[in-house]
């Protein structure tokens, strides 16, 4: 795995995107060549078809990142996939449909858009189908040697099966008790912890995960030492575990870890710099948005009783309480019978037009005055009612050092788990949170943001 924007990404995901980049750009090049009776290079320099091959190819990109096509890069149905890539393409023809209308100067050419389309799709599908069969074996693949078998190191195998994308596979376990390994995901036993400088010669995992719980016996201190000097990758689960599942794992942490950590916690210049970040991007957001929130506020009023705006008590920067700006989404005095609860799927307190607003995310629009105000962020943990934040805390170690940074519009959280109204559910968004702060920056920002917009476009996870 290669870390960019603070993020650890899969090998083989970046050498797809990249090999389809290219082969999509000399598929259009190609297409270009045919249909144009002057030289290409004269196109691309004099008459704008840099910046209309530059628009064309973002295009199929966004489209391909759009469909999942980065997630799902295993080829389970040729049908489906053959299906997306047409869905694919056809968002590429809208985008040029409505370039055309905003702006003809920028238009592709309907013969080179028409067969620049044609050959990339079949270059696509063939190569998707090499590449799931044969390339992604080969590339930024990883085998891992699990010593001991822990809850952490469970946790990591299930989540290793279930995202096959990673590019990651088990090449077993060196454990004692041989009963707790029994079950799990790639349960292959290569012997006892004592083996582990003759297993690992003989495997030559790429990383050496050691999750040794513990009650067991003394680690072999010994053993990784000189696997270490000898050029082989270990790292503790609790390492393995953030950087393949992106969380901070909290009955993995100790209060010494954070408190002598040199890398937890925001840093100062990262704070201004986003602060700065988000009062830009706050105002040009406002004005952008502003005709958007007449018309969402009018149709609120409309269609039920009450405000159009539902503010909200929730706990900010350093437990500082703060009111939150939405659209009302619910009908009026929705909690006079219930007191405060959490929103649940198919909530019965939503207007009739409310379901909509949170799958758009419009209703969260107003926050926009919050950002400006000072008291939220663009991106950062959700903040919490006070009567959630109590209990929370109560129930969950380091909850209320969420708290430490401002809270967000959207956040590393909300793009990587499901909304939730349980306490596991808030265990899980904790440690997202705590991963966002140990690793804030403008590039994780950008990164959340960018996947936050995929998340409206496809009104995925509101409730």
């Known amino acids: 795995m290669i870390r960019l924007f603070r993020v650890y990404l899969p090998v083989g995901v970046l050498a797809l995107l990249l090999s389809e980049l290219v082969l999509t750009i000399l598929c259009f090049l190609f297409a270009a060549s045919i249909v144009l009776t002057e030289d290409v290079s004269t196109y691309l320099l004099y008459e704008n078809g840099l ?6 190819i973002a295009s199929i990109i966004l489209g391909l990142h759009l469909l999942d096509l980065y997630t799902r890069i295993h080829v389970t149905s040729r049908m489906r996939l053959l299906q997306d890539l047409c869905q694919v393409f056809g968002i590429a023809l809208l985008a040029q449909g409505l370039i055309s209308y905003a702006q003809p100067s920028l238009r592709f050419g309907r013969g080179i858009m028409l067969l620049g389309c044609l050959l990339s799709l079949v270059v696509l599908f063939i190569w998707r189908l090499i590449y799931s069969s044969y390339i992604l074996k080969s590339v930024g693949n990883e085998h891992l040697l699990f010593v001991g078998s822990s809850p952490i190191v469970q946790e990591i195998a299930n989540y290793i099966n279930a995202h096959p994308e990673l590019g990651m596979s088990i ?3 060196l454990e004692d008790l ?13 012997g006892p912890i004592a083996d582990l400088r003759k297993v690992a010669q003989q495997v030559k995992p790429s990383r050496i995960v050691v999750g040794i719980s513990e009650w067991r016996e003394l680690m072999p201190t010994e053993d990784l030492l000189d696997l270490r000097f000898a050029g082989f990758t270990i790292q503790d689960a609790a390492s393995t575990y953030e950087a393949v599942c992106g969380r901070i794992r909290t009955q993995e942490l100790r209060p010494s870890q954070l ?5 937890l916690g925001p840093q ?5 710099l986003q602060d700065a970040i988000n009062l830009a991007v706050a105002i040009v957001g406002t004005i952008v948005t502003l005709p958007i929130m007449v018309l969402v506020g009018i149709a609120v009023k409309l269609t039920s009783p009450g405000p159009i705006f539902y503010r909200q008590v929730r706990i900010g920067k350093n437990g500082r309480p703060f009111v939150i700006n939405k659209f009302r989404s619910m009908q009026q005095d929705a909690e006079n019978s219930t007191g405060a609860v959490w929103a649940s799927k198919d909530d019965p307190r939503l207007t009739s037009i409310g379901g909509w607003l949170r799958r758009l995310r419009l209703d969260e629009l107003p926050q926009f005055f919050n950002v400006l105000r000072g008291e939220m962020s663009l991106v950062g943990p959700r903040p919490e ?15 209320r050092q969420r708290h430490c940074v401002k809270p967000g519009i959207t956040g590393w959280a909300q793009i990587n788990h499901k909304y939730g109204d349980t306490l596991e559910d808030a265990i899980v968004k904790l440690e997202y949170d705590l991963y966002y702060i140990k690793n804030i920056s403008p590039s994780l920002d950008a990164y959340i943001v ?5 998340t409206i476009i496809l009104a995925r996870g509101a409730q």
């Open 178 to 190: 041989q009963d707790s390994v029994a079950g799990m995901v790639g349960a292959r036993i290569l």
């Open 259 to 263: 408190i002598f950590s040199s890398e």
């Open 51 to 56: 910046i209309r091959f530059i628009i064309v």
């Open 171 to 173: 090449d077993g376990y």
């Open 385 to 399: 009612r006070p009567e959630f934040v109590e209990t929370l805390a109560k129930q969950i170690p380091y909850y």
């Open 268 to 272: 100062p210049a990262n704070l201004l």
């Open 450 to 454: 960018f996947h936050t917009l995929k």
